[in-house]
């Protein structure tokens, strides 16, 4: 055995030469190392499937672990928010600016397939509480005890008759 090795070094480079026991040595991190992340590469590829299958058949629901929020835009302050099991969503604002022809559109974040009819238009003054009161309709409405989450915009005029927008208001609310 040992001519062959001498043999292999007369034949090749000193560069390409491997002595038999460092040759061993590689294989076996390679063997020790190719094990070591299969093993756990399985292992966490299970649980993974699992995670996800949970999610899937509604084992764990994501929305539960978000907290119910009322964040007003610019301008507002979100007093509160409550959805009935008739459906109806009604979100408490108090504006620190003046205005007429206040009107809020929704639009569903969670779950898909939400619709909101629109509410009637409000006058509003600095400081003085208003409530916009909508239907939560559509396949996706949440049944009692889920969560809604949905984004609003109020479009009104100020006091100067200047169209105003105030975006980016969002809710995370659970179905009473």
């Not at 020790?32 to 699992?50: F, Q, S």
């Not at 409550?82 to 969670?110: K, M, R």
């Not at 238009?121 to 409405?141: N, P, S």
Request: net charge negative; with cysteine; aromatic share 10%.
């Amino acid at each position: 055995m040992s001519s062959f090795f001498i043999q292999v070094r007369v034949c090749l480079p000193k560069a390409f030469y491997i002595p038999p026991h460092g040759l061993m040595l590689s294989m076996k991190k390679s063997q020790a190392a190719m094990e070591y992340l299969m093993t756990y590469g399985w292992a966490i590829l299970v649980v993974l499937i699992v995670f996800g299958a949970l999610i899937f058949m509604g084992a764990l629901r994501p929305m539960a672990l978000v907290p119910e929020k009322c964040i007003a835009p610019s301008g507002f302050i979100c007093e509160s928010v409550s959805y009935g099991e008739d459906g109806s969503l009604t979100v408490a604002l108090t504006p620190q600016v003046s205005g007429a022809g206040g009107q809020i559109s929704f639009e569903p974040v969670n779950p898909r397939g939400v619709e909101f009819e629109e509410p009637p238009e409000q006058d509003f003054g600095e400081g003085a509480r208003i409530f916009f009161t909508t239907q939560v309709t559509g396949e996706g409405a949440p049944q009692s005890g889920n969560k809604l989450r949905a984004k609003f915009h109020i479009t009104y005029t100020d006091d100067h008759g200047f169209a105003k927008s105030a975006p980016s208001g969002e809710i995370v609310v659970t179905r009473n």
